[in-house]
């Protein structure tokens, strides 16, 4: 992973000023020792056509991520009858409560019911999308998981 000094690069002056950082693959600090901490995200399409009253993105949240947020978005219109929530299976909601079933619905993270940050597994998560009524037969859904992966130094 490249190095790159804070104080310096294309965004903090002129034409470039604002954007953002890193628009593709992740973002990580390293230590002097190459010990180091990267942001990544882990992105998933979940088709939402089970029949049943839950979708579920398996291992959608990796082993041993540190979780920042859980967002996500509707990429074609799924079918509960009215809406669904996305929790982690055992907090229905903790990401987002009564997410519209319409193409382009999206959450982000102050749609969380609890303060998910930190979450934290030694094994691979799940993410479950919870129809509010009804069943899911038709639909994507697209789910970006924000986490941080931190390695030891090699040295």
């Known amino acids: 992973m490249p190095v790159m000094n804070a104080?310096?690069?294309?965004?903090?002056?002129?034409?470039?000023?604002?954007?953002?950082?890193?628009?593709?693959?992740?973002?990580?600090?390293?230590?002097?020792?190459?010990?180091?901490?990267?942001?990544?995200?882990?992105?998933?399409?979940?088709?939402?056509?089970?029949?049943g009253a839950t979708e579920v993105a398996t291992g959608a949240i990796p082993a041993g991520a540190q979780v920042v947020a859980v967002v996500g978005r509707v990429v074609k219109a799924t079918t509960p009858t009215t809406d669904f929530d996305v929790g982690d299976g055992s907090d229905a909601d903790i990401w987002a409560a009564s997410?519209?079933?319409?193409?382009?619905?999206?959450?982000?993270?102050?749609?969380?019911?609890?303060?998910?940050?930190g979450t934290w597994a030694a094994a691979a998560r799940d993410i479950t999308l919870t129809a509010d009524a009804g069943t899911f037969t038709a639909g994507e859904v697209r789910i970006d998981v924000f986490y941080f992966d931190a390695t030891a130094p090699e040295t």
């Open 7 to 51: 104080k310096q690069g294309p965004w903090r002056y002129g034409k470039d000023r604002g954007k953002a950082l890193v628009k593709e693959g992740d973002l990580g600090v390293q230590s002097v020792n190459q010990g180091e901490c990267v942001m990544k995200v882990n992105t998933t399409l979940l088709v939402t056509d089970g029949g």
């Open 99 to 117: 997410v519209l079933k319409a193409k382009d619905s999206a959450w982000s993270q102050s749609d969380a019911t609890a303060d998910p940050r």
